[in-house]
């Protein structure tokens, strides 16, 4: 048995469902908004990877590594970007939240927070997990301030560590979330969702 098990997450509008080939086309429209893989310091691919990219997926699933969801809208069905498990460590229940990247209509909106919240409540509460963990690009500061929003902390940097897809080396920023502040961060994360938003618009 898997220690992350086929399941979908909803909330708030958004499902979360196993990442499948038949999601190639929502996901590439979804990168196309925005034309993300431009972005250096993300993984997002190119349009006509699209295929090998969710083939990855599926294969790091099948190795019990990685579990990646399609973020979707639950009235439409439409692909709005994915997250994923990764790096799964089983006999220290600890999971890390990565390879994540949304349409860029739906960036500064609910989707993400709700997303998050999701996962690290499936992740603690289901899974039982001591450490939920993060990591970004040193240059990635959006996503470096979207994880210490979440109330994660910084573990410190690997220097040296992954190849971008330009060929520089990047050093790589490292988080976690301990099980025993999982109470207060879940309890903020409500805050925000619940809050009322001013002014909203599709880019806030």
Known sequence: MAFVEPVTLRSRGISLVPLTL??????????????????????????????GYIESALQMREAGNRFAFAVTDEASGEVLGTTSFHDILPAVKRVEIGYTWYAQRCQRTHVNTTCKLLMLTHAFDTLDCHVVGWRTDNFNHASQRAIERLGARKDGVIRGHALRRDGTIRDTVMYSLRSGEWPEVRAQLMYLLDKPRTNPSPRE
């Open 22 to 51: 038949d999601h190639e086309e929502g996901l590439r429209d979804a990168a196309a908004d925005g034309e993300l893989w431009n972005i250096r310091v993300t993984s997002v691919p190119e349009p006509q990877q699209t295929r």
